[in-house]
């Protein structure tokens, strides 16, 4: 950055710091117990991070008492925002009969809501994570196909198993240190868009699993479409592939019934957290009820058989959570279009935000899905390898400076920005004000790359 950039980033970090004392304190207390003061590194960005106390509906409360429209909604699963009445009635209510039981019926409640939103859901499985639920999946599919290899799109993101942690970039290397090479040895990288390497790498009769995010989120929402996702889908099925559906993030958030809704392709599998339980930790695989029967018990060997187990799939909190989000889904779906009402808001804030930004001679580039945005400063034709290797300086400060304005759009250094089914024009209004109040104080004209 030149002189002039450095000043602009300055001003907007030391603003920051007046405003957040306590969030300040905080970090150097917790960096004493936790690494790098904070339980993950999405949640940490510079100068410190902030840390929060409560939240309500579409808003939360930081440690210094100021109060925050939330848009970053915990990376995603709070799509019915804090404290939903609903979620919390019915996680009260269950808790009476103990935090853990086994074979609660609650969970077969709760399978039978996925089954009826979700239309590839023959059958399900709860799990804890996202990370856990993909790891599973493909593991039913080598186990049903009896094939060892799985591939994976370049931009792609799947969870924190080391098999997956390759080529979440445009190019094949490793997410993070720590991932060997015999760890990816069986996970075969493609571009998205390249049907004809995709085709040559199943003929090879190999491969067990083609698993996709159909957003794209974590390589810049690039998303998909419906002719697409069908090429993909009958190339599977002619070659004997199973196609999973990484839902994590898209599912019950696109649509009730996740991307495979919203696109109208189903896949064999599908594995669903994040908005499924509202905010507690819950994941699920469902599908084809002949691929995940390979997790139930066979006595006379004649089949391959999945070992899945964990001892808190089926917590009471959790499933609670679910039971409530999941009819309150379809409920605001029904009677609402809330689905319909969520993708305007972001339509007009994507808009909005564009426009603001020309007006201070800075061009802006939004991609967004649904509820879901991200955004590049740039006026390049838009493209996944390209805007891998933007510089997000400008992002990320516009971020940082929208705090102070008492928006948390993202979190700088994430550029995740996802609107609830409670949010409402009012706080689009807010949203653009205060990006217009930033972009006036602060002369981030001056921080645009080249």
């Not at 999405?42 to 409560?54: A, E, K, N």
């Not at 979700?118 to 804890?128: G, H, I, K, Q, T």
């Not at 491969?207 to 794209?216: E, Y």
């Not at 799939?313 to 409530?324: E, H, P, Q, S």
Request: hydrophobic share 45%; glycine share 8%; proline share 4%.
């Amino acid at each position: 950055m030149g002189t002039k950039a450095v000043e602009v980033v300055a001003e907007i970090v030391a603003d920051y710091e007046r405003r957040t004392p306590a969030s300040h304190a905080l970090f150097h207390r917790a960096r004493r117990s936790l690494v790098s003061g904070t339980t993950g590194n999405l949640r940490h960005f510079d100068p410190y991070p902030l840390y929060f106390d409560s939240g309500e509906g579409v808003h939360v409360t930081d440690a210094d008492g100021h109060r925050y429209l939330d848009c970053f909604l915990g990376n995603g699963p709070l799509l019915l925002g804090h404290n939903h009445p609903e979620v919390m009635d019915s996680i009260a209510r269950h808790l009476r009969r103990g935090l853990l039981l086994v074979n609660p019926s609650l969970a077969a409640d709760v399978a039978e809501r996925v089954m009826d939103a979700v239309p590839c859901a023959e059958s399900v499985r709860f799990l804890n994570s996202g990370s856990e639920a993909t790891m599973t999946a493909v593991r039913c599919a080598r186990a049903y196909t009896g094939r060892p290899v799985v591939v994976k799109f370049f931009g792609h993101y799947h969870g924190q198993d080391d098999q997956f942690l390759v080529g979440v970039g445009p190019t094949r290397a490793a997410m993070g240190a720590g991932v060997s090479d015999a760890a990816v040895a069986d996970t075969r990288t493609v571009s998205f868009r390249d049907l004809a390497s995709l085709g040559s790498t199943l003929a090879r009769r190999d491969v067990a699993a083609v698993i996709l995010d159909p957003a794209m989120h974590v390589g810049g929402l690039w998303g998909s479409d419906h002719a697409h996702l069908s090429a993909i889908r009958d190339l599977c099925g002619r070659h004997g592939t199973v196609l999973i559906f990484d839902e994590v993030i898209t599912g019950f958030r696109l649509a009730r019934g996740g991307a495979q809704e919203f696109y109208s392709v189903v896949p064999d599998l599908a594995v669903f957290a994040k908005a499924l339980s509202a905010g507690e930790k819950l994941s699920a695989v469902a599908g084809r009820a002949e691929i995940l029967e390979v997790t139930a018990p066979d006595p006379s060997g004649r089949r391959a058989q999945v070992f899945q187990s964990g001892t808190t799939n089926d917590g009471t909190v959790a499933l609670a959570a679910a039971d409530a989000a999941l009819q309150v889904y379809r409920t605001m779906d029904v009677r609402g279009g809330a689905y319909a009402a969520v993708e305007g808001l972001a339509n007009r804030l994507a808009d909005g935000l564009i426009r603001v930004f020309a007006d201070h001679q800075i061009p802006l580039h939004v991609n967004h899905i649904g509820s879901m945005l991200q955004l590049f400063v740039t006026d390049a034709v838009p493209d996944f390898e390209t805007y891998a290797s933007l510089d997000m300086t400008l992002v990320e400060s516009f971020y940082l400076a929208m705090i102070s304005e008492g928006i948390l759009l993202s979190l700088p250094g994430s550029n995740h920005v996802y609107l609830s089914l409670l949010h409402d024009d009012t706080h689009i209004d807010a949203i653009l004000e205060a990006a217009e109040q930033v972009l006036t104080r602060y002369d981030l004209a001056r921080v645009t790359p080249g």
